[in-house]
């Protein structure tokens, strides 16, 4: 590599802590507002309120803490003296087990610091790290994100170069038809839908309705646990390709149209190449730039979003699940590791694609950026 490269991309790493710091700063601040934290849903707890944790309080606390053998020891009815209130010492010890008896700038400032070291701390609910949390779900986002991405690309390249090749045929208005239907369709509709009607909801129960594999999988042989595994994997993913690929599909027929359009091809038909050589060699080479640099983003993109309702539906406990339920759950360590992960990632995904797109089109410099 250049010595310009080499400068571009430190500039763009030293870039990239501003950017997770401001990220990180207004998520943080944001979370000062919301009600019913951690220490309110605590004293909730302490004074019988199971009804605001759906009738449980299991993996309320801190493991290890006395207020949480208490709590968990307990029923609502051996509450009935924390009814009348509870006092301040009690207060300040369910603060300082979840770290708020700090000020705000402290909690902020030992948060960057155990994330630079990548330690992203202990869940409030759950009773594990967050790393640990994030690796149990990482199966299932990869699962999804990784086939959804494969399919997607696998089916969208050839059908946009067919379609603008066969541009204003019967075959490109067909299948333009059945590409928009698929994409106006929303997936957690069109997942209702499947689960209906292939799922054992009225008619047919043709494939499975939670998880990624059948009780017993570990007894199956190769061949059966990678059949039993896509068997679960179909539903899902029908539901995550037929809205992203039409996107794709459409974004590479109009791309070669335009690189149709311009004066290099008619010039190559001109010297007597063929309609083969031109889209080919010519024509797909520049066409393709956009669509290759945007695979880092795409692929990120896939992990990380847009599956959150997919995996709710499925019953696929997931990354995304796992960021909403911490949101709803206000487990505030859960909600800034996971989004330090996420923005990180995108981050990496951006650099790598305007690495990328340098790699494939030599016409673009780092010189003056």
Not at 44 to 73: C, M, N, R, T, W
Not at 331 to 351: E, H, N, R
Request: charged share 15%; hydrophobic share 50%; aromatic share 12%.
């Amino acid at each position: 590599m250049s010595k310009t490269l080499y400068i571009y991309i430190i500039k763009r790493l030293l870039l990239m802590v501003p950017t997770l710091l401001g990220i990180l700063a207004v998520t943080f601040t944001i979370i000062q507002f919301v009600p019913g934290g951690p220490v309110e849903q605590m004293l909730q707890l302490l004074k019988g309120d199971h009804a605001a944790f759906g009738g449980s309080s299991a993996g309320v606390a801190l493991p290890g803490s006395s207020i949480g053998a208490e709590v968990g020891q307990r029923g609502s009815n051996d509450f009935y003296r924390g009814r009348s209130g509870i006092d301040e010492e009690r207060v300040n010890e369910i603060k300082k087990l979840y770290g708020f008896d700090k000020p705000a700038h402290e909690r902020f400032a030992e948060m960057v610091v155990r994330f630079a070291k990548f330690d992203l701390g202990d869940s409030f609910f759950y009773n594990k790290d967050v790393w640990s949390l994030m690796k149990e779900k990482l199966p299932v986002s990869i699962s999804l994100g990784l086939w959804s991405f494969l399919l997607t690309y696998i089916i969208s390249l050839p059908l946009g170069i067919s379609k603008a090749v066969r541009h204003g045929s019967a075959f490109d208005i067909s299948t333009s038809f059945l590409v928009l239907v698929g994409y106006a369709i929303p997936g957690f509709v069109l997942g209702v839908i499947l689960l209906v009607f292939l799922g054992g909801g009225s008619f047919l129960q043709l494939f499975p309705l939670r998880g990624l594999t059948s009780e017993g999988w570990e007894n199956l042989s190769f061949l059966s646990k990678v059949l039993d595994y896509l068997w679960h994997l179909f539903l899902p993913l029908t539901c995550l390709v037929l809205g992203s690929f039409a996107v794709l599909t459409m974004l590479t027929k109009n791309i070669i149209l335009e690189e149709v359009s311009k004066q290099y091809v008619k010039t190559a038909r001109a010297k007597g190449l063929t309609e083969n050589k031109v889209l080919w060699k010519h024509v797909l080479r520049n066409a393709l730039i956009p669509i290759i640099t945007g695979f880092p983003a795409a692929f990120v993109g896939a992990f990380f979003t847009g599956a959150l309702l997919i995996e709710t539906l499925f019953s696929l406990d997931g990354l995304g699940l796992l960021s909403y339920e911490a949101v709803m759950k206000r487990d505030y360590p859960v909600v800034m590791g996971t989004l330090f992960f996420f923005s990180l990632v995108a981050l990496v995904a951006k650099l790598i694609n305007d690495l990328l797109y340098v790699w494939v089109d030599p016409r673009v410099k780092f010189e003056g950026s």
